[in-house]
């Protein structure tokens, strides 16, 4: 344990045991910067703990004094942060915002609490170190029964969809052969079970999975393999599809696609003209990857796209942007972030949820870079300073994090930023950073660890005495060695994953071959999974 209060909480509260744990790491880990604010849902999305429980456990760390608890009106207009103000303070209260330019008359339900650590620990101790970074040595340790059943009890959502259609469409699935790219994540255990369920044979299935430091990931490799599934990493995908092909030629079947990237769409229109006239259809959940299969000149299938599906693009974003600031504050757990410098390149839902917990979470001063006039707008509009060249808006920075989802950082960008710029990608794969840019200016490199784990890489500029310090090797900071999001969330994202394979198995003979963005919101009203989380989130209070 980090705190003493912590042990007393054990003893007092022994039902509350990981939960306590869990919280207790989460203190330990921030960093000492003076001000910040814990929001409870921001906490319990974060740790995985329901929100009343962090609510309980906090107060309870109040009256240990290992916390402090304060009250802050909210604007109105804007949501965010005016003033702190006593528990006594009688209502209503007439004050000019800041925020809005304008003044308001508050009362009681414009109050929101937020919770300060009194007291930081300096991290030492190796083991606590470890703890903090959430590091999880990379094994092919069996998965317990236990743990999936855990998991398929995180997604009831996913849950009830594949139960409630595995009577009506119980072979749908059957006599197809599938190519997936998906997050190496335990909630792709629930999801392709569901998809058995409807007939997928493992045998039939080749699966890639990407070189990111997921924390389980060679547990599913095993765990997938043991089932029968074909399993390669995205490296040796010509290789693999090759195989893959050859055995389409003596037994040609039905393929659908289902990935996160645009990487095997493309790549069948290219170089694997046997699969492609066998492949009925693919969907795709990310925002990059439909660029990639936008640059397909006359796709051959259908493509369905859950990146823009409306329930995901409203309920993902903040939590992603948790995931990304939660990580930088693991890994730069002895840096204080109150009051420095840093930028956004590229204003979209992550990145405007990035930028806005930067403000409020890390009280840093935040710059916005984004080609797009009315993003940049927006932002100006929210409170972000905001800058139109980015070779000015990388200078004088000591965060920057690229959130396009293409190569926004260059040579030009790398020149032009201070000594001992820290660079994170919120991104797919190693894209956002130019980093054949980054190795040829380079003279030097060496690793950033801590406790003897890599987290990143240091550069040193050849004929400078500049370094640029690139976390996670350029990878997506949001699955350095974490989940990224609540199995709640992903939940919701799987289960439109999985209404629209249902829907493209079904009519992919009645589809147009385009990229469909509309399909999927009527298959979200459909199947009612919004109505099905809230009364789920209903039932949990």
């Known amino acids: 344990m980090f705190y003493q209060e912590s042990e007393t909480l054990l003893a007092k509260y022994p039902q509350y045991k990981d939960y306590i744990s869990t919280l207790d790491k989460f203190l330990g880990n921030l960093s000492s910067s003076e001000g910040s604010q814990l929001n409870i849902e921001v906490v319990s999305d974060i740790v995985s703990v329901p929100i009343h429980v962090v609510e309980f456990i906090f107060d309870e760390y109040v009256k240990l004094g290992l916390l402090k608890k304060k009250n802050f009106l909210k604007c109105p207009v804007q949501g965010d942060l005016v003033v702190e103000i006593e528990e006594k303070d009688n209502f209503p209260i007439k004050t000019f915002c800041d925020i809005c330019g304008e003044e308001h008359s508050f009362n009681s339900e414009d109050v929101v609490v937020r919770y300060c650590l009194v007291r930081f620990k300096k991290m030492e101790d190796k083991k606590e170190i470890n703890d903090a970074l959430k590091y999880i040595p990379q094994s092919g340790t069996p998965i317990s029964n236990n743990e999936i059943e855990n998991i398929r009890n995180s997604m009831p959502i996913l849950m009830y969809l594949s139960s409630k259609t595995s009577v009506s469409k119980n072979a749908l699935l059957s006599g197809k052969r599938f190519i997936i790219v998906l997050h190496f994540l335990k909630d792709l255990i629930p999801f392709m079970e569901s998809c058995e369920n409807l007939g997928l044979s493992p045998s039939e299935t080749l699966m890639f999975y990407k070189k990111y430091l997921y924390p389980h990931k060679d547990q599913l490799i095993t765990y997938f393999k043991e089932k029968g599934y074909i399993i390669e990493p995205i490296e040796s995908m010509d290789e693999a599809l090759s195989v893959f092909q050859e055995k389409s030629i003596d037994s040609p079947k039905e393929i659908i696609v289902i990935e996160d990237g645009g990487y095997i769409v493309p790549k069948l229109h290219g170089d694997f003209k046997e699969l492609l006239k066998l492949t009925i259809g693919a969907i795709e959940q990310t925002t990059k990857g439909i660029r990639e299969d936008e640059r397909v000149k006359n796709l051959n299938f259908p493509v369905i796209s859950v990146a823009q599906a409306e329930l995901k693009n409203r309920y993902e974003p903040p939590h992603v942007a948790r995931a990304v600031i939660h990580n930088i504050q693991t890994l730069l757990s002895e840096k204080s972030f109150s009051g420095k410098k840093a930028l956004v390149i590229g204003y979209g839902a992550i990145g405007r949820e990035i930028a806005r917990q930067l403000r409020d979470i890390l009280k840093m001063i935040v710059t916005v870079y984004d080609i797009n006039p009315n993003a940049l707008l927006e932002a100006k509009n929210e409170g972000f300073i905001t800058e139109s060249i980015l070779t000015n808006a990388v200078k004088g920075k000591f965060l920057i994090i690229g959130a396009t989802g293409q190569t926004s950082i260059g040579r030009a960008e790398l020149l032009n930023m201070e000594h001992n710029t820290y660079l994170v990608s919120a991104s797919s794969d190693q894209r956002e950073i ?88 009527q298959l979200a009203n459909e199947y009612e999974i919004a109505k099905i989380y809230l009364e789920y989130q209903e039932d949990k209070k």
Request: glycine fraction near 4%.
């Open 434 to 521: 130019g980093l054949i840019e980054l190795e040829s200016l380079a003279q030097d490199k060496k690793d950033i660890k801590m406790n003897d784990k890599k987290i990143g890489t240091k550069y040193i500029i050849r004929g400078t005495d500049k370094v640029i310090n690139l976390l996670a090797d350029g990878f997506p900071i949001n699955f350095w060695a974490s989940n990224s999001i609540p199995n709640e969330v992903s939940d919701l994202i799987m289960s439109l994953i999985f209404v629209s394979l249902l829907y493209l198995t079904e009519y992919y003979r009645e589809l147009d071959n385009k990229i469909d963005s509309d399909i999927v919101n």
